[in-house]
């Protein structure tokens, strides 16, 4: 089955940092998500990406489908952008979800 | 706005007790999904429905059934909960190739 890893898994921003978050994808794929995990759990979506460019805001997100990656872009990051990103991708109706990227910005 | 509502939040069972978790989705989408997610493990599908009545399994199915009788609701069924099964479980709706949208999560203790 198709594999999703996300790197970093880990990061610690300052408040007003950038930060580039990648998901790697091992086949092609038609739907491609970000998510936005929130403290109290709440999986909140952001882009839904199979390929191309959007921007929402301060976030933005890139799917190159040939080379099979996407990345999410946060600006002048804020204390609630905190929590795990995940990107999740499928060919069909079976989304597989990557490990997602843990953020912590300190105020 | 798409709402997709869960039936508790926080829920606590004993071993062997029968378990059902709804979930109500109120844009007529065909496909619902039940995930479990897991500390190091991420979201894992246990099924998937992508019309009334239509069910597939998913990654980790075992232990686990679904009802949809209608459009709107998907119901996952622990039939005899076991400590194991204690996890986070989220509901989504989408659009055929579309956008998933996902429920608040309903927290399971199995004592």
């Known amino acids: 089955g198709i594999q999703v890893e996300q790197s970093p898994p880990d990061l610690i921003l300052q408040e007003g940092a950038n930060s580039t978050l990648r998901c790697n994808f091992s086949d092609s794929v038609n739907n491609l998500q970000w998510f936005h995990q929130n403290p109290w759990g709440q999986l909140i979506n952001l882009f839904y990406i199979p390929s191309g460019t959007k921007q929402n805001g301060r976030l933005s997100a890139t799917t190159v489908a040939t080379e099979r990656y996407s990345l999410l872009y946060i600006s002048s990051s804020q204390t609630t952008d905190s929590g795990v990103y995940f990107c999740?991708?499928?060919?069909?109706?079976?989304?597989?979800f990557g490990t997602g990227t843990r953020l912590k910005v300190l105020a | 706005d798409v709402k997709v509502t869960q039936s508790s939040r926080y829920l606590v069972k004993r071993t062997g007790e029968k378990v059902f978790l709804e979930c109500v989705q109120d844009m007529d989408h065909e496909n619902m999904f039940w995930y479990r997610q897991d500390p190091g493990l991420g979201l894992r599908l246990i099924y998937f429905?992508?019309?009334?009545?239509?069910?597939e399994k998913g990654d980790i199915p075992e232990g686990y059934s679904v009802s949809r009788e209608k459009k709107e609701r998907f119901s996952l069924i622990l039939e005899s909960a076991s400590t194991n099964q204690t996890s986070m479980y989220l509901c989504?709706?989408?659009?055929?190739?579309?956008?998933?949208?996902f429920g608040p999560g309903t927290r399971l203790t199995v004592l």
């Open positions: 999740a991708v499928s060919g069909t109706y079976k989304y597989i």
């Open positions: 429905s992508y019309d009334v009545k239509m069910k």
């Open positions: 989504a709706s989408s659009l055929v190739g579309s956008t998933q949208y």
